[in-house]
């Protein structure tokens, strides 16, 4: 995907400013799904986006940066995605099961996702912005599911004795790891659901009629 | 996978060849899989550039066996601390304790899992190295709780792999959250003991003390 802006001068409104910078976040997050962090080049992005390295730097001072706000750039318009999808949904435990089953899902923006966590996750136990950054989002997600559940213990779905964030947080380490065998192609998506399905079932202790 | 590499002869060969080994993984952990040089694990294992090519016939022969390695060196560890402990529940639950407990091994080695992981979303021969070592973690998981099942500690209702790959993937993603330094070792440990009960439907006997943290 290119990106071409052909920008001439940078006195723009703060509208197309922040469209730009969308433009070349969302173009670092193709790249990086693509090839990496790991060798990522200002350079290599700049010419993606089809804009000059100056210009690139005028928005993104280090790569790091890049990097960082790409990432959360694409956490930010996941999280609205989610908002939609959940606004759409009534049943309280579908909500639970439609975030969780969202990271199997086969989705190239999911598949995005999946590199950048790996990559922010690498680099944040050797850099505390990353570090910040990566536990902040995944403390967001652990923290989604745990009112999800919570909601779904109000209307009386999921009983009341369980603790809502340490079942969350089981939850949300067991599929995250269980997607990260679906993305390197080590488990059939139709087996994760079906694992986190019968995970489901056991730690939320559904009833019979709410079992799959 | 392994090619024309030798295989050291004589203890002080053995030793040489294990403590490369050992260098490399500790290289993979700082630098990344990519950004391990041959040359790096010769300066730092002491030896010369020559026998480091003697015995590895290239990078990917040196990284695949780095690997294998790896794996062995945790099952040993494992086994070591597991010496005594006959009954099967016990054995499984004192395992997956063991490896989220505060040991500084332990971070080096989700750092080292982790990075064979990332890696493998972007490399074919990566990823077979990721799915090879997966899949035995997950027969090994899943071999034990078959034995408690056949011993009748654990409910026939149990679904074996799906049991065993519900546990491995909740200790991956609690290796990973301690690393990010999103929790602690000690509520990691305490997550998979409660996952580990509700899988396997047992508590069993209590394990030895000094292997349960909290």
């Given amino acids: ?212 | 996978m392994a090619k024309s590499s030798i295989e050291p002869t004589g203890k002080t060969g053995e030793e040489t060849y294990a403590r490369i080994l050992e260098t490399t993984a500790w290289l993979i952990a700082r630098d990344g899989i990519r950004g391990m040089r041959m040359s790096h694990v010769a300066a730092e294992a002491g030896v010369s550039n020559a026998l480091l090519h003697y015995y590895f016939a290239s990078r990917e022969d040196l990284v695949s066996r780095a690997f294998d390695a790896f794996y062995e060196k945790g099952t040993d560890r494992y086994r070591e601390r597991l010496a005594g402990i006959t009954h099967p529940v016990t054995r499984l639950r004192v395992e997956l304790l063991l490896s989220l407990e505060d040991h500084p091994d332990n971070r080096l080695d989700w750092m080292i899992w982790l990075e064979l992981a990332r890696d493998a979303m972007h490399d074919e021969d990566r990823r077979t190295l990721y799915q090879e070592k997966a899949g035995m973690w997950i027969a090994d998981v899943a071999g034990q709780i078959q034995k408690a099942k056949d011993a009748k500690f654990v409910p026939a209702s149990v679904d074996t792999r799906s049991a065993a790959l519900r546990l491995i993937a909740s200790m991956e993603g609690f290796g990973w959250y301690v690393l990010i330094g999103q929790i602690e070792w000690d509520e990691a440990v305490a997550c998979i003991d409660q996952a580990f009960m509700t899988e396997l439907g047992t508590v069993g006997p209590p394990p030895p003390v000094g292997v349960v943290h909290p």
């Fill in chain 1, 1 to 212: 995907m290119r990106y071409a802006l052909r920008v001439t001068n940078q006195s723009v409104s703060p509208e197309v400013e922040l469209d730009r910078r969308s433009q070349i976040l969302e173009c670092t997050c193709s790249v990086i799904a693509r090839d990496g962090a790991e060798g990522l080049r200002m350079a290599a992005v700049a010419r993606e986006a089809g804009i000059s390295s100056a210009l690139l730097h005028y928005y993104f001072v280090t790569r790091e940066d890049l990097i960082r706000l790409a990432f959360e750039y694409h956490e930010t318009r996941e999280t609205a995605r989610g908002e939609e999808r959940l606004a759409t949904i009534a049943d309280p435990l579908a909500r639970v099961r439609d975030v969780l089953f969202r990271e199997l899902s086969d989705d190239e923006v999911v598949r995005e996702g999946w590199v950048l966590w790996s990559e922010m996750s690498r680099t944040a136990i050797f850099r505390d912005d990353f570090r910040a950054s990566v536990a902040d989002r995944s403390a967001r997600w652990v923290g989604l599911v745990a009112n999800l559940i919570a909601a779904a213990q109000d209307a009386g779905r999921i009983p009341a004795s369980i603790d809502p964030v340490s079942a969350a947080l089981r939850l949300t380490a067991m599929v995250d790891g269980i997607g990260g065998h679906v993305i390197v192609g080590s488990l059939s998506r139709a087996e994760a659901r079906r694992t986190v399905d019968l995970a489901m079932n056991e730690m939320l202790h559904l009833n019979e009629k709410d079992r799959t």
